[in-house]
């Protein structure tokens, strides 16, 4: 039997100009909290369960709106009560929402197992009608907002709108922590790349990670290249010179979305014209305190209270110093 078609139910009203438009995932998020992590073959009971809205993209968005800048998202959801959820997300928080509803289809869904460290396991569910593609698309989406934010999961429509953005001379930041095929087309649009940690020394085929941010950025006309570490921090190549900043020492409850409230945060801070070091410093507190609560939008908070925690936490030790990096 013919499935039917997707289709847009956003509004279609003529385009505000925004600061920011996401291209990319949401997920609706099951977290679990567990206090051990469970062997294979093991039976673990577990005491509570929330679910709540999540995704790279549609997180970092919800962020940003959160802290008075003007945003849209763009994405893929089913006909399902957890498309149900992220509409009422982007309803409250504010957001522009441009969804393209998929009749019968089940939204892209997330089992997070988090351990009474704050670490989590992800295990992903994904119907492979909720892939967004370069026709569900609309240009006016992309070049009426000041930046663009991409994930880089459905690679052929991240490819798309970077380019379309590349043309309009808006700038391009990229979320990126798997080699999607077809990811070497994205790159040469991409202008801020922040992957995760693995991902630069995996692309260029090279096991020191300054060498491979450095490749990466000389290969792709990248204007920054960066990997985010963990409790490590961020370290963030120019071409000219390294930035690292290591991450603020808090209690962990739950490291979901920390990575997509760090690239709101460094969003935020290209907005404000920051250098590079005081970007990197609010990227890397806003993460710390989204990991102070549980679920990937579960610590939020506002502007002043993340510039007080740069001037009031300490961090860990610097990964990295300065004569290291050359």
Known sequence: MARSPPHYNGPMAELLKVDLVGVGLNATDTLIPLSNYPARGSKVEYSAASVMPGGQVATAIVTCQTWGLRTRYVGKLGDDDAARLHREAFARAGVEAHLITVPGGVSPQSLILVDDGGERTVLCRRDERMALQPEDL???????ARALHVDGHDTAAATRAAGWAREAGIPVIADLDELYQGVEEL????????????????????????KALRAMQIRYGCKLTAATLGQDG???????????????????????????????????????????????????????????ASGARGGIQSVEAIENLMTTAPRHEAAWDAPALG
């Open 138 to 144: 609309c240009r006016d989406w992309i070049v009426n």
């Open 234 to 292: 961020v370290l963030a190549w120019d071409g000219k010179q390294f930035e690292h900043r290591p991450a603020y020492r808090v209690p962990v409850v739950d490291t979901t979305g920390a990575g997509d409230l760090f690239h709101a945060g460094f969003i935020y801070g290209l907005f404000q014209g920051w250098p590079l070091s005081r970007q990197l410093d609010f990227a890397c507190a806003a993460a710390a305190m989204n990991c102070m």
């Open 187 to 210: 790159l040469p649009r991409i202008d801020y790349l922040i992957a995760s940690r693995d991902f630069p020394c995996r692309l260029m085929d090279e096991s020191n990670l300054e």
